[in-house]
């Protein structure tokens, strides 16, 4: 009990000094949140900007080319209270795989970051993917 | 992760969480013995729901999280707020409709979905307080941008412009223990809220902040004759104050509004 106790101390003790919106457009306006699809990739960019934080990540092809995924994720407040930084979500170098929903507006390399798992094993949950196990 | 961040917020808030359950704690005053407002204060911002957790990995889980453990039995229950205030503005009968159609809009009318100024009283209490004798600076990380007020405790402050503006103009004084802060002078370009909640440049606001011990007390009045029926008094919302120093926001990049294939929207309501 103590130790849930601690843990439930952690997850209520990040809440960062932010005013923020919570909410913003609907994610179903822009992508579909009943699938998901995956790819593994390096980062080569973060925007730590709101009302979204952008995820950009190159993707090698199965002829040698790169192509540049864009992936929106939350806001910048809202990474801070689950103590996550620009260059936490920027890695380390070495390929992350990545799972998000598609875009319904038919691009491709758009998408809405959900879970991120990095080089070293550590795993980063945005958002419960669909059909995923209850983490 | 930051180990040392989570370490501090931790021993914030787990601390708060003790104090609550204690005697109050005494209210630090400055040398004119008012309450020293000063320092960093977390206000929820709006994102209460929000219950990270983080493996012992340092795997990290933000949403969608399986439920939190309930806090051990004898801890401190959170504070329940004062049964003042509610929770949207009652307008005139003949703005009502204007109200629903904005409200239908909102995608395409709300200010705070294209990074405009939340204004007051919808950017909320200061995340961050700079007072001493002559005047009080609030400090806000807003996701629509950084953010300040200046209030005056004194008569006759110049101002480099007089035009009306998103913040309006703030002029704050003592009552008691209590800082009162009246503001007026506000264009007529934000929301008082979300779904459709306009206002006239008629708008006067006033906060009351009353600090008691690590807290203060955020009250705020919205009186709006031109359209609003009766003054609107929100809810309250309390600060817990923070030894986390404010960081600088980020700069708000609309990006998604050229992807969206319909006109949904969710609930923004600070």
């Known amino acids: 009990m103590a130790r849930q106790l601690a843990s439930w101390c952690v997850a209520i003790a990040v809440a960062g000094a932010a005013t923020v919106a919570t909410a913003h457009h609907s994610l179903s306006g822009q992508f579909d949140v009943s699938k998901s699809f995956e790819v593994t990739g390096v980062v080569s960019r973060v925007e730590w900007v709101n009302p979204h934080t952008q995820v950009f990540v190159d993707v090698k092809q199965a002829n040698g080319s790169v192509v540049t995924y864009k992936f929106e994720s939350l806001p910048v407040a809202m990474m801070r209270k689950a103590g996550l930084s620009k260059g936490e979500l920027a890695g380390d170098g070495r390929p992350v795989v990545i799972t998000a929903y598609p875009s319904r507006s038919g691009v491709p390399t758009l998408g809405y970051l959900l879970h991120l798992k990095l080089a070293d094993g550590r795993e980063i949950q945005f958002s419960r993917v669909p059909g995923a196990e209850q983490p | ?270």
């Open chain 2, 1 to 270: 992760m930051n180990a040392r961040r989570f370490a501090c917020f931790a021993a914030t808030f787990c601390g708060a969480g003790v104090l609550l359950a204690a005697a109050p704690a005494t209210t630090p005053r400055m040398a004119d013995g008012k309450p020293d407002l000063n320092g960093v204060w977390d206000n929820g911002g709006g994102i209460d729901f929000l219950k990270p957790q983080t493996g012992t990995n340092g795997s990290v889980c933000v949403t969608g999280c399986a439920p939190a453990a309930a806090p051990a039995a004898g801890a401190a229950p959170a504070p329940a707020p004062a049964p003042v205030g509610t929770a949207r503005p009652k307008y005139r009968p003949e703005f009502t409709a204007k109200v629903d159609d904005l409200k239908k809009r909102q995608q395409k009318e709300d200010p705070v979905l294209r990074c405009q100024p939340p204004g007051l009283p919808r950017i909320g209490p200061p995340d961050k307080i700079v007072q001493n004798a002559r005047e009080i600076i609030f400090l806000y990380e807003d996701v629509s941008g950084p953010f300040f007020r200046i209030v005056p405790l004194r008569a006759g402050v110049k101002r480099a412009d007089d035009s009306e503006s998103y913040l309006g103009d703030a002029s704050g004084h003592w009552e008691g223990d209590t800082l009162v802060v009246e503001t007026h002078n506000f264009n007529d370009l934000t929301w008082l809220t979300d779904d459709g909640a306009f206002h006239s440049n008629g708008l006067k606001v006033t906060e009351r902040l009353t600090r008691r011990g690590d807290q203060i007390e955020w009250l705020a009045k919205a009186d709006d004759p031109k359209v609003l029926a009766e003054p609107w008094q929100l809810r309250p919302r309390m600060m817990q104050r923070t030894d986390i120093e404010m960081a600088e926001p980020a700069p708000c990049v609309e990006q998604d509004l050229g992807h969206m294939v319909d006109d949904s929207y969710h609930a923004n309501p600070r």
